[in-house]
């Protein structure tokens, strides 16, 4: 079993920056990718960025390229989001997400092994 926790979200101002960590523990096979996906009210649950272990693949949901970068801490197993330049369509709940599979905008979020509790996101106009 994977256990993950996020920490750093809430709201800002549209052009603002918010940084959301993930701590991970449990089994190290379970977290060879970990990545971030998010849900806004009324809509389905939207890739945003993954990494994978080794650092050699990294992916970002269109909606957020050159906007958010991902990286990860293997000697503490976390995961972080910087998101810089953040609008108001970026408000959501944004989830922790780890498997030993690859994530990316082609992952079925109702297969992924292991989620977080979500963290809220909110960007003011």
């Known amino acids: 079993q994977v256990q993950l926790v996020e920490s750093g979200g809430g709201l800002v101002q549209a052009g603002g920056s918010l940084r959301l960590s993930c701590a991970a523990s449990?089994?190290?096979?379970?977290?060879?990718?970990m990545g971030w996906f998010r849900q806004a009210p009324g809509k389905e649950r939207e890739f945003v960025a993954a990494?994978?272990?080794?650092?050699?693949?990294?992916v970002y949901g269109d909606s957020v390229k050159g906007r958010f970068t991902i990286s990860r801490d293997n000697a503490k197993n976390t995961v972080s989001l910087q998101m810089n330049n953040l609008k108001p369509d970026d408000t959501a709940v944004y989830y922790c997400?780890?498997?030993?599979?690859?994530?990316?905008?082609?992952?079925?979020?109702?297969?992924?092994?292991?989620w977080g509790q979500g963290t809220q996101v909110t960007v003011s106009s």
């Open positions: 997400a780890a498997d030993w599979r690859a994530l990316g905008p082609q992952s079925d979020y109702r297969t992924i092994q292991y």
């Open positions: 990494r994978n272990w080794s650092g050699s693949s990294t």
């Open positions: 449990g089994r190290a096979f379970g977290t060879q990718y």
